[in-house]
C-alpha cells in the first residue's frame, strides 16, 4: 500500500495573523463595533497574548471551563427526553452562538466578543432549565436568585477566568428582563439570537415529543416566518439585520417583533407550562428543595469548592446545586433520600 504523506507547504504560503494585526483589522469594523484593544479591561491585569486579542481569549478560557462542560447534561425545556435529537442546553448555547455571529457579522460588530458572551450566557443555569429558578426562589430574596447573575459569579468566582468587562457585561444583561440593558452591541446580538434560537428550536422539540402538531402554530407565525425550524431562523435574522442596518442600533422591527413576541406567547401557554410540562417541573422543583434542605443541614457535605468564605449557607448550597447536571442531582436525591436495602 502506498504511503500517504501530508502535503508540504511553505511559510511563504501563510501569513502571520497575530493579536496587533488582529485588533487592527478592528479598525475597520462598525462605528458602534467594540475594540477589543478599547476594553475596559480585567479585573486583575494580564499580559496581552500574543495571537488572541482580548475577546478570542475570553472565549476559550469559557469553553475550557467545567461548567460550560456540564451543559451537554442539562436540560433546554424537556426533562430526560427520549431520543438523540431534543435540545440540551449546550445544543442551545452553540445555536445561540451561531445566531449571534451571523448578526455580527452582517453588521460590522466584533464577532469573538459576540462569541464569548454566547458561549457564557447560559452556565449558571440550574438543573432542569428555568424551573430551578423557581425551585431557589424561597431561599433568596424577591429576583436575587438568576441564572445570568450565577453564569457571572462562576466566571469571577467559582472559576475566576478573570474575564473583560464586557464579556462579564453581556452575560449578565443576556435576559431581556435584566436591567439595566448590556453597553454593548454585540451583547445586543446574543439577546436576539437567544430568543431566536430557543423559540425555533423548542417548537421543533415540542412536535417531535408529540405536543404540538406542526399545523398547530397559528398562520401568522408561517406567514411572517416560514415553516418551523431553519426558515424561522433565517427570517429573523434578517428581520434584525433589517432594521439594524436602518436606524444604527441592534433592534428588530416593530411588526416582526409582535409577531415573534405572539409566538413566545404561544409557546408558553401550549409548551412551557402545559399540563405535562408543569407535571415534570412540580417533580424537578422538589428535588432541588430536597436537596437544597439537606445540604443546608449537612453544610460540611458541600464540596470545600463551593463554601466560599463571604457567602451565605443559602448560596453556597446553590452554587453547588445550581452546578449539578439533571442526572447527577438526580443520582444525588435518590442517594440521600431513596436509599438502597440492604439485604
Not at 432542569?128 to 430574596?141: I, K, M, N, R, W
Not at 428582563?177 to 454585540?186: F, G, L, V, Y
Not at 416582526?256 to 401557554?269: D, G, K, P
Amino acid at each position: 500500500m502506498q504511503e500517504i504523506t501530508p502535503e508540504i507547504t511553505t511559510g511563504a504560503q501563510l501569513q502571520r495573523r497575530d493579536r496587533v494585526v488582529r485588533e487592527e483589522a478592528e479598525a475597520r469594523l462598525s462605528p458602534a463595533a467594540t475594540r477589543s484593544a478599547e476594553s475596559r479591561g480585567r479585573e486583575r491585569p494580564e499580559e496581552p497574548d500574543e495571537y488572541r486579542t482580548a475577546f478570542e481569549r475570553d472565549r476559550d478560557r469559557i469553553i475550557h471551563s467545567k461548567a460550560f462542560r456540564r451543559l451537554k447534561h442539562k436540560t433546554q425545556v424537556f426533562l430526560n427526553p427520549e431520543g438523540d435529537h431534543y435540545v440540551t442546553r449546550l445544543t442551545h448555547t452553540m445555536q445561540v452562538t451561531q445566531v449571534a455571529r451571523a448578526l455580527a457579522a452582517a453588521l460590522g460588530l466584533n464577532e469573538p466578543l459576540a462569541e464569548a458572551i454566547a458561549l457564557g450566557h447560559d452556565v449558571g443555569h440550574s438543573p432542569f432549565g428555568h424551573t430551578g429558578e423557581d425551585a431557589l426562589s424561597p431561599y433568596f430574596d424577591p429576583h436575587e436568585w438568576h441564572h445570568a447573575a450565577q453564569s457571572v459569579r462562576i466566571f469571577e468566582i467559582l472559576e475566576d477566568a478573570n474575564l473583560t468587562w464586557e464579556v462579564r457585561d453581556g452575560i449578565r444583561a443576556h435576559s431581556w428582563k435584566i436591567d439595566p440593558p448590556p453597553a454593548t452591541a454585540e451583547a445586543f446580538c446574543v439577546r436576539f439570537a437567544d430568543r431566536i434560537a430557543y423559540l425555533a428550536h423548542d417548537a421543533l422539540d415540542a412536535v417531535r415529543a408529540g405536543v404540538l402538531d406542526r399545523d398547530a402554530f397559528p398562520p401568522a407565525f408561517t406567514e411572517r416566518f416560514g415553516e418551523p425550524g431553519r426558515p424561522w431562523i433565517n427570517s429573523m435574522i434578517n428581520a434584525v439585520v433589517d432594521e439594524s442596518l436602518r436606524t444604527g442600533a441592534v433592534r428588530m422591527d416593530n411588526d416582526t417583533l409582535s409577531v415573534m413576541n405572539e409566538l413566545r406567547n404561544f409557546m408558553f401557554a401550549n409548551v412551557y407550562q402545559s399540563a405535562e410540562q408543569q407535571r415534570q417541573q412540580q417533580r424537578a422543583i422538589a428535588v432541588i428543595r430536597d436537596l437544597m434542605d439537606w445540604h443546608l443541614a449537612n453544610a460540611d457535605e458541600i464540596p470545600a469548592s463551593y463554601r466560599q468564605a463571604d457567602a451565605s449557607p443559602q448560596t453556597q448550597a446553590a452554587d453547588y446545586i445550581a452546578g449539578m447536571t439533571d442526572r447527577y442531582a438526580l443520582a444525588t436525591h435518590d442517594r440521600l433520600f431513596r436509599p438502597s436495602l440492604n439485604l
